[in-house]
């Protein structure tokens, strides 16, 4: 079985059940279940910290498993990033009191840091050449310059309020920017057809997240006009319709671009336009 771990709390263990829920798989049915075994899909899942995820998929004990590029890069592992999954979003950015002369990455040099993510920091400062005392919390590191542990922090910063509830304020470029990715261990190889299977599964969600079915009628000569518009991802379905002036088009469009291609479309002559959702897909 191809042993799959996810992320059993926080912001990215929602996403990633609907993600595979969406690709077929089982998902537990009683919150405190921390091993999934799917035998119609020849898979097990495993309900993990999101942090230790990275751990066990490099040691080799998970074959892939959903966590953020953050907590992947923080951990000392020969896990690989596999492919991006495009949900929770974030950047990890340095943190200072709005009154504080730390303003610049040049600024850090000599002073107290505080993170839960002190690998990914002294990694990041090494590489620009910064020298600092980084000490690790866990959790609520915005209180550590208040209480007298830092001079500023470093952390994932979604939204900003919470810096900004605790007087802080981002400076400089952002040390990374994560959200959730699918990692490997090395001791599967990336050929693997359990692998290239589950692979194919979440893409083929992925893809159906950013595109829509859009049918549409056009007249015959204004065909070419339409598909200029909007051309898919191959071409176009194009079949003609009993007024033989007439011609029905079905097209994959990004989801993101529906409204201004509809637009488009009733411009060049398009009517009867239609947009369908899609639930899966195989590119």
Not at 6 to 23: C, F, H, I, R, T
Not at 115 to 120: A, E, Q, R, V
Not at 159 to 177: H, K, M, Q, S
Not at 250 to 263: H, K, L, T
Request: net charge negative; aromatic share 6%; with cysteine.
């Amino acid at each position: 079985m191809l042993r799959i771990a996810v992320p059993n709390k926080g912001m990215l263990s929602q996403p990633a059940w609907s993600l595979l829920d969406e690709a077929g798989y089982q998902l537990r049915s009683q919150p405190r279940q921390l091993v999934v075994e799917d035998h119609d899909n020849d898979v097990e899942l495993f309900y993990l910290r999101p942090l230790d995820i990275a751990i066990y998929v490099g040691q080799g004990a998970i074959d892939i498993g959903i966590t953020g590029r953050d907590m992947l890069l923080n951990t000392d592992t020969e896990a690989s990033e596999d492919i991006p999954l495009g949900f929770g979003a974030s950047t990890f950015r340095f943190a200072a009191p709005q009154d504080s002369p730390i303003r610049t990455l040049e600024d850090i040099e000599g002073k107290r840091i505080a993170s839960s993510f002190d690998k990914l920091v002294a990694d990041y400062l090494a590489r620009h050449g910064i020298t600092a005392r980084i000490t690790h919390l866990d959790g609520a590191v915005e209180s550590s310059v208040q209480l007298g542990v830092a001079d500023l922090i470093a952390d994932v910063v979604s939204t900003g309020a919470t810096l900004r509830n605790a007087g802080l304020r981002t400076f400089g470029e952002p040390l990374l920017r994560s959200e959730a990715v699918l990692i490997r261990s090395s001791s599967i190889d990336a050929d693997d057809k359990r692998l290239v299977t589950f692979r194919r599964r979440v893409e083929g969600v992925l893809t159906a997240r950013r595109y829509v079915m859009m049918d549409y009628d056009v007249p015959v000569s204004k065909v070419a006009a339409a598909v200029a518009i909007a051309s898919g991802l191959e071409s176009p379905t194009i079949s003609p319709l009993r007024d033989q002036q007439w011609c029905a088009v079905r097209v994959m469009v990004p989801r993101n671009e529906v409204n201004r291609i509809m637009d488009a479309l009733y411009d060049v002559g398009a009517r009867a336009i239609i947009v369908t959702a899609l639930q899966a897909s195989r590119i």
